[in-house]
């Protein structure tokens, strides 16, 4: 059983960075993610990072501006987000898949946090 917490999320200007943090309780061993999901649109991959070398996966839509990144004795994930755009205005959440490579689809994690908001204004 995993918890999740996300913080960090906010209201933004274009071109301006954020930090998303996800908070993990419990068994942490679990490869993690970040989705996202707009009104109207379906859940969108974000990024990835696996638990035992920290391998990275990106969207395309966020490859050189996000960041992930991971602190396994503390049980915390990032999201670094920079050049923020209008369009990644979304709820973020963080999730935990038991794989052990990244995996990009929604349905390979078991636990999902409660999201946090990100707004990015024009």
């Known amino acids: 059983q995993v918890q999740l917490v996300e913080s960090g999320g906010g209201l933004v200007q274009a071109g301006g960075s954020l930090r998303l943090s996800c908070a993990a309780f419990?068994?942490?061993?679990?490869?993690m993610g970040w989705f996202r999901q707009a009104p109207g649109k379906e859940r969108e991959f974000v990024a990835a990072i696996t638990w035992r070398d920290s391998s990275t996966y990106y969207g395309d839509s966020v490859k050189g501006r996000f960041t992930i990144s991971r602190d396994n004795a503390l049980n915390m994930v990032w999201l670094q987000m920079n050049s923020l755009k209008p369009e990644d205005t979304a709820v973020y959440y963080c999730?935990?898949?038991?794989?052990?490579?990244?995996?990009?689809?929604?349905?390979?994690?078991?636990?999902w946090g409660q999201g946090t908001q990100v707004t990015v204004s024009s």
């Open positions: 419990g068994r942490t061993s679990y490869a």
């Open positions: 999730a935990a898949s038991p794989s052990v490579v990244v995996v990009r689809v929604a349905s390979e994690y078991d636990y």
